[in-house]
């Protein structure tokens, strides 16, 4: 990666392109009707005084975003945030630390893990025409999984192994509970995942996914099947398996069941569209980790439905409003995506990686259970993505609200909480 140190003059002109460059794009009211066209239900003829929609005070998160753009902390950013039926979109800021190019409402983001939701409603949509069920054993479209072999106990030589005690469903696919996934240790497991380009990173895949999956088969699971949870490979099993099972590339199943019919014209594994230069912290500043024309700028050799799609602040948010008004294609319904279906020891385990009070839904997204933060309610659903991006829905504030940024998080305590913070008090 190519290190970049962000200096006084620089944090000054983005600071001056911020203020040329912010916009305010509400549907029904703007000329960028192209961003949020009427026929996702999204028309707003008469937004509150402050361009947002009526009865939230936006002010605080517009400042919010453009005080992180003049302080250099991300280059730019877009906020798409849905109420009382209207989406509002603010973008703000440029597309690389010292450009001019701005980011604008309709600048598509990497979305990185936001991807998995989109991925959790198409598995759903093909369990909800026969095509699959969540208790078939993956191993019928993944047979390099049918005889895995399992640590005999957490961190132990790879070697070190007993027999699966069940078999990798479907369902075990989308609730992360296969038994591989995100190790954040030193252990001999988690070293041979990084060295064979199985474990989880900010990039999709650099394998093709007969030899990713064949790969990862070679090693063992950490858990037993069904008996904990690991956090982002069962994503990237799924896809494997649905383009398998469908005899179909995964972009285009993708694309005919769910961002098609939804109108999300901004979504999908690549685009040709002028992309943010996505950035990575650093003791020197912001360091380049994708450029403008790098991974994202050509169709992936993986189609990951862990990280792989980019997409807008409109269609996530959209996306997300989908599930929460239950309109959904494909026959897929807003209850099973939201269905908590971790048995009490599932869901322990992945409250270490989530937190306390919230689970893993079935749609492959993050389910609030109870209040743990002062922007949270029970019944809050949607995932943050590693490369700066978050997104939820708050059915009893009737809320929507995307946030995209250029900028890797560091940790669970470099996250977006002053942007929900600022969204929760901006419902009046």
């Known amino acids: 990666m190519r290190s970049t140190r962000r200096g006084a003059d620089e944090v000054v002109a ?3 392109a911020q203020q040329l460059h912010s916009t305010w794009c509400t549907a029904g009211v703007t000329t960028r009707l192209d961003v949020l066209p009427a026929e996702r239900g999204a028309v707003s003829m008469s937004p509150g005084p402050d361009g947002g929609p009526p009865g939230m005070d936006l002010t605080p998160i517009v400042a919010l975003l453009d005080d992180h753009v003049a302080q250099g902390r991300y280059p730019g950013a877009v906020v798409a945030v849905r109420h009382a039926g209207r989406t509002t979109v603010h973008a703000t800021g440029t597309l690389a630390v010292g450009g001019t190019d701005p980011v604008l409402p309709g600048t598509p983001f990497r979305v990185a893990s936001l991807t998995k939701p989109f991925g ?28 895995p072999r399992v640590l005999r106990r957490p961190g132990a030589e790879l070697a070190d192994t007993v027999a699966a005690k069940a078999p990798i469903t479907v369902r075990d696919l989308l609730q992360m509970t296969c038994g591989a996934g995100l190790l954040m240790d030193e252990s001999p497991l988690a070293h041979a995942m990084w060295v064979g380009g199985v474990s989880p990173g900010p990039l999709p895949p650099a394998r093709d996914p007969d030899s990713w999956v064949a ?24 896809g494997v398996l649905l383009a398998r099972a469908t005899g179909r590339p995964l972009a285009e199943l993708l694309a005919e069941r769910v961002t098609r019919p939804l109108g999300l014209t901004g979504t999908a594994f690549w685009t040709d569209r002028p992309l943010p230069v996505q950035y990575a912290p650093g003791d020197a500043g912001l360091a380049v980790l994708d450029p403008a024309d790098g991974v994202w700028s050509a169709p992936p050799v993986f189609a990951s439905l862990g990280g792989g799609l980019v997409s807008t602040a409109a269609d996530v948010c959209a996306f997300l409003g989908a599930v929460a008004d239950d309109a959904l294609p494909g026959g897929v319904r807003a209850a099973d995506v939201l269905r908590d279906g971790l048995t009490d020891v599932q869901r322990a385990a992945a409250q270490t990686f989530l937190g306390p009070g919230r689970t893993w839904a079935t749609g492959n997204l993050e389910l609030t259970l109870e209040v743990t933060d002062p922007w949270t309610t029970p019944g809050r659903f949607g995932w943050t993505g590693g490369t700066g991006t978050s997104g939820y829905c708050d059915p009893t504030l009737d809320l929507v609200a995307v946030l995209l940024t250029q900028r890797m998080m560091t940790g669970p305590h470099d996250g977006p909480e002053e942007f ?9």
């Open 120 to 147: 959790g409603v198409l598995a759903l949509s093909l369990v909800a025409d026969g095509t699959l069920d969540l208790h078939d054993e993956a191993a019928r479209w993944l047979p390099e999984l049918a005889a």
């Open 215 to 238: 790969r990862l088969a070679e090693l063992p699971l950490a858990d037993q099947p069904g008996q904990g949870w690991r956090y982002h490979t069962g994503s990237d099993l799924l």
């Open 420 to 428: 929900w913070r600022a969204a929760r008090g901006a419902v009046t």
């Open 14 to 16: 983005l600071g001056q």
